[in-house]
Structures are given as structure tokens and as C-alpha cells.
């Protein structure tokens, strides 16, 4: 018998067409997206993992991979989907697979948006204390510990941090200066943060002892 895709869904996804096909849109937050936590970062695994499941983690990974590699959103095959997560086929309203897409709605990674969509979020925002008093004891000691730190660094300063972090391993990797500027604007950083960024990660590498004499960041030829 050929597998089918679930048509029939808990009232809070978008009613999935017949077709098994369902539009992933990004879900647009400013302040979400300023100071969330990427699904595939340590954050997530460490805390959200036992709040969201395992499937839930893992459809959620994917659906932001392949949102950076298509920003505007894309068509999900639900079947195909499924069994690449290991989650069965899809084919029915109890399935794993749907259950997955129905925990991101509960948690409020994502929500319907047109018919036969779902926006879903490309952050995951700061668990909240009724999410973490869930967490084992000493896993709530460590995020109440990680929250004190963030409180004694600024906002500007930590997110410069963290874009010159980010900056120096794509320069690390090979990036030129300005591909290196280009994919943190496209991570949402300021754009006066990502020149500064991409700058000092160029200048850093170029100071140290394994970068190679020659190279210099493209557009900066005298």
C-alpha cells in the first residue's frame, strides 16, 4: 500500500494539504531573532532538548537549514521529511512526525500563517523559568549561572562578541573580508557591527603566525 501524508492534524498546525507538501515561511520576530539561540547551537542542546524531544529538536534543525538555504521559504514533503528523521511516514494524526510539527506550534516555535503554511521561527528565544524548573537540578544551576553572566556584559558588547566570533571562524574557513561582512548581515547582525566584525577577524588572522603573507581582504588593493 502506498504510504499517504497525514491530512488530518490537532487544530493548532495549519491543515495539511493533500498534496503532502506544506510551505515553511520564516516566522519574523526582531526581538526573537536579536537575542534567540540558533536550533543547532550547545543552548539548545543543552536546554531546550529535554523540554522540546528529541524529534521536535531535530525537525526544527532542519527546518532552519534549509531556511538559510532559502530565506523566502520552501515546500516541506511531509513523507520524505518523516523518513529522513527516522520518524515513520508521516500517516497519521498520532504519527511522530506529526507530533513533532505539533510540539513546535505548542512551544511557539512556530504558528500557521497562510493556508497550507507554516511560518516557524529561526531562533529559539531564552527558556522561560516555568520551562526550566522542568530541567533536572543541575542543569538549572548551569542556565541560572550562563543568565548571570550575560546580565554583567552589556547588550552591544556581547553581540559584538558574538559576531567577531562568528567572523573570525568564516575567516578561519577561507572567507574573504567581504563574504565574511555579506553572511553576518544575512545572520541579522547591524550592519555597523558586521563591518566591524569581519574587519577585526581579518586583522587578527593576518597577525597571526599561520596566515599566509600574501593575502590581503579583497577591495583593500591600494
Given at each position: 500500500m502506498r504510504d499517504q501524508p497525514p491530512t488530518h492534524v490537532?487544530?493548532?498546525?495549519?491543515?495539511?494539504?493533500?498534496?503532502?507538501?506544506?510551505?515553511?515561511?520564516p516566522w519574523a520576530d526582531p526581538?526573537?531573532?536579536?537575542i534567540g539561540h540558533d536550533p543547532r547551537s550547545a543552548?539548545?542542546?543543552?536546554?531546550?532538548?529535554?523540554?522540546?524531544?528529541?524529534?521536535?529538536?531535530?525537525?526544527l534543525r532542519?527546518?532552519?537549514?534549509?531556511?538559510?538555504?532559502?530565506?523566502?521559504?520552501?515546500d516541506l514533503a511531509l513523507a520524505d521529511t518523516a523518513r529522513a528523521l527516522g520518524l515513520g511516514d508521516g500517516g497519521s494524526r498520532h504519527s511522530p512526525f506529526v507530533r513533532a510539527l505539533t510540539r513546535l506550534v505548542q512551544f511557539d516555535l512556530g504558528h500557521p500563517a497562510d493556508p497550507g503554511a507554516l511560518a516557524v521561527r529561526r531562533k529559539?528565544?531564552?527558556?522561560?523559568?516555568?520551562?526550566?524548573?522542568?530541567?533536572?537540578?543541575?542543569l538549572q544551576e548551569r542556565h541560572q549561572a550562563l543568565q548571570a553572566a550575560d546580565l554583567r556584559l552589556?547588550?552591544?558588547?556581547?553581540?559584538?562578541?558574538r559576531s567577531?566570533?562568528?567572523?573570525?571562524?568564516?575567516?578561519?574557513?577561507?572567507?574573504e573580508l567581504e563574504a565574511v561582512e555579506r553572511q553576518l548581515l544575512a545572520w541579522r547582525f547591524h550592519p555597523a557591527l558586521a563591518r566591524d566584525a569581519a574587519v577585526w577577524a581579518w586583522e587578527r588572522h593576518l597577525r597571526s603566525p599561520a596566515a599566509a603573507p600574501e593575502r590581503a581582504p579583497a577591495g583593500d588593493a591600494a
Open positions: 490537532p487544530a493548532v498546525l495549519p491543515a495539511l494539504p493533500a498534496s503532502g507538501v506544506l510551505a515553511v515561511v526581538v526573537v531573532d536579536a543552548y539548545v542542546e543543552t536546554y531546550w532538548l529535554g523540554i522540546l524531544g528529541p524529534s521536535t529538536t531535530w525537525l532542519h527546518l532552519v537549514t534549509r531556511l538559510e538555504r532559502s530565506p523566502a521559504g520552501f529559539v528565544p531564552p527558556m522561560s523559568r516555568r520551562q526550566l524548573v522542568r530541567l533536572p537540578p543541575a552589556p547588550a552591544f558588547e556581547h553581540q559584538r562578541r567577531r566570533q562568528l567572523a573570525l571562524s568564516l575567516v578561519e574557513l577561507g572567507e
